[in-house]
């Protein structure tokens, strides 16, 4: 079982830069897909960066060129770096499993102000 916790959000304004965390407890995930996910108040949860066991990443068309994520196995994190960052990545951000979902973790508020 892996459990995770989010941090790093906050309110930021438009164009400025946030680095988000997931720290995982449990069982390694080395062998894993890890990404980080979305929700915006109204909206579903959407998958907005991705990185497999092996290291290649994937982006939604919305964060291409502006987000950046990592990870690092050996303390079992996962990082989202966020540059360029627009109001409507306002949301609350989370990370888990790609492409099934475990359970959620409490995730972490991103709010950028125009």
């Known amino acids: 079982q892996v459990q995770l916790v989010e941090s790093g959000g906050g309110l930021v304004q438009a164009g400025g830069s946030l680095r988000l965390s997931c720290s995982a407890s449990?069982?390694?995930?080395?062998?894993?897909?890890m990404g980080w996910y979305r929700q915006a108040p109204g909206k579903q949860r959407e998958l907005v960066a991705s990185?497999?066991?092996?290291?290649?990443?994937n982006y939604a068309d919305s964060v291409k060129g502006r987000f950046t994520i990592s990870r690092n196995n050996g303390n079992k994190t996962i990082y989202l770096g966020m540059n360029s960052l627009k109001p409507e990545d306002t949301a609350v951000y989370y990370c888990?499993?790609?492409?099934?979902?475990?359970?959620w973790g409490q995730g972490t508020q991103v709010t950028v102000s125009s």
């Open positions: 888990n499993f790609v492409p099934r979902p475990r359970s």
């Open positions: 449990g069982r390694s995930f080395s062998f894993d897909d």
């Open positions: 990185i497999t066991s092996r290291y290649s990443t």
